[in-house]
């Protein structure tokens, strides 16, 4: 089945350790895209990448990483810098210049 | 910068009663996209629309595209228990289809 995988679903880490989350898509979608979500809050735009070896930062990228080596993988890093990373992250992918995006079932990163 | 403002921030209904929500923003959109989100999960997109004064059905979903290209509308006819979760309106960044903003989300709640 055709979809967007993200792993791991929970995850708990020691503050001051970088985290990397999973994002892998098999829709042949170009586009795909990290939001960050906290309670009651809408989504907000960490980075996104439209090409292979490019991506750009969104709205709240400082403290993150990411890296577009396949059209199929987008992963995420959460490293130490990030003064908040407890959230519930979410990936997504589209097809180029549409806003019709197809979510994973996201993952909740809890720092300790 | 641009933001989206969504009402209510939550709604309390009985089955079976008619649900409506907005949208606004003090900037023009070109498209609106209404996702849903269940507890737990990642968002799907409920409808989206494309051209000012458009109005668009999915089952007993109702969106509108406002005319002014600043707001737009959802409804929910005889609502159903699994109509319950967070309903997040979103348009394109700046102009790009591939950056979303989002607002924070109408959290609904159905009493059987």
């Known amino acids: 089945d055709g979809g967007i995988t993200q792993s791991p679903k929970y995850l708990f880490r020691k503050e001051g350790q970088n985290v990397t989350l999973s994002c892998e898509q098999n829709?042949?979608?170009?586009?795909m895209y990290w939001y960050r979500q906290d309670p009651g809050q809408g989504l907000r735009l960490i980075y996104y990448s439209q090409i292979v070896n490019d991506f750009q930062k969104g709205d709240i990228a400082e403290g993150y990483s990411v890296s577009r080596e396949k059209k199929e993988s987008f992963p995420l890093t959460v490293t130490s810098a990030q003064k908040n990373p407890t959230a519930f992250y979410l990936c997504a992918s589209s097809v180029l210049n549409t806003g019709e995006l197809f979510f994973g079932e996201g993952s909740r990163l809890t720092v300790l | 910068g641009q933001q989206l403002n969504q009402s209510p921030q939550s709604m309390f209904i009985q089955e079976g009663e008619d649900v409506s929500m907005n949208c606004t923003s003090s900037?023009?959109?070109?498209?609106w996209l209404w996702y849903k989100q269940d507890p737990g999960e990642g968002p799907v997109l409920l409808i989206a629309?494309?051209?000012?004064?458009e109005l668009t059905s999915n089952g007993r979903l109702t969106a509108q595209f406002g005319i002014t290209r600043k707001d737009s509308f959802l409804n929910i006819s005889a609502s159903i228990p699994s109509d319950v979760g967070i309903y997040f309106c979103?348009?394109?960044?700046?102009?790009?289809?591939?950056?979303?903003?989002f607002g924070k989300g109408t959290k609904l709640s159905v009493k059987p």
């Open positions: 629309l494309y051209k000012a004064g």
């Open positions: 829709l042949n979608h170009d586009a």
């Open positions: 979103a348009g394109p960044h700046g102009g790009s289809q591939g950056n979303l903003i």
């Open positions: 900037s023009i959109f070109n498209t």
